[in-house]
C-alpha cells in the first residue's frame, strides 16, 4: 500500500524558492547593518533557518508517528532505550537524549511504562539510581518505527544528491555539538 500522507517535500514545491526568499529577507531584516558574507549575518541565517527546521521535523515526525500513538518525545525516549546497546539509561541519561528536563522525562517515561513499551529496574552496581529498559514490545515498535522514518526521510530527501545529504548531516551533528544542550541546566557539554 502506498502512504498518500503529505511529504515534507510535497504540497508547493513551487512555493520552495520564494519561501526561501522571503526567509532570506527576514533574515537580512534581523541584521540590517551586516553585508551578507559577515559572520554575524551568518549566525543569524543559522538561527532562523534551524529553527525553522527544527519546528518543520517535529510537524513532520508527529505526523510520521500518528498511527503509534507515541508523541515525538515518546518516540525519542523509546529509541533512547531501545538502541541503547549496553549501555543502561537512568532517567537523566534520557532527559540529555531527549532535550528535555527531568520533570518532562519523568512523565514521558512513565507514559512508556503505562503503555508496556518500556520498564524501570533498579540499578545493580547502585541502589540509588533507576534504570530505564526497553520491553520486547518496546524495542520491535521502536524498530519498526525507525525502519519506516528513514524510508520516509530518504523519500523526502530525494532531491539532496549524496554530497548534499552528508554536508546536512555533517552540519547538523556539528550543530547540535556545538549548542551542548543539557538537561541538567549548564550551558554546554565538553566533547570527549
Partial sequence: MVDQRPTMASGSQSQLP?????????????????????PEATTAGIL??????????DVW???ALTATGLTTSEFGALAGVAFAGEHTL????????????SGG????????????????VADPTDGRRTL????????????????DLVVRLDRDLGPLDRE?????????????????WRADGTDSVEES
Fill in 18 to 38: 520564494d519561501h526561501a526568499v522571503l526567509v532570506d529577507r527576514a533574515v537580512d531584516r534581523l541584521v540590517p547593518k551586516a553585508e551578507p558574507s559577515d
Fill in 48 to 57: 532562523v533557518w534551524a529553527y525553522l527546521t527544527g519546528r518543520q521535523l
Fill in 61 to 63: 515526525l508527529a505526523d
Fill in 90 to 101: 537512568t532517567a537523566g541519561n534520557l532527559a540529555r537524549w531527549t532535550v528535555q528536563t
Fill in 105 to 120: 522525562t519523568t512523565k514521558t517515561i512513565q507514559r512508556l511504562v503505562d503503555r508496556r513499551l518500556a520498564h524501570r
Fill in 132 to 147: 530505564v529498559e526497553a520491553t520486547n514490545e518496546g524495542r520491535d515498535l521502536a524498530a519498526t518505527v525507525v525502519a
Fill in 164 to 180: 548534499h545529504r552528508n554536508d546536512l548531516h555533517d552540519g547538523l551533528r556539528r550543530l547540535s555539538t556545538a549548542l551542548g
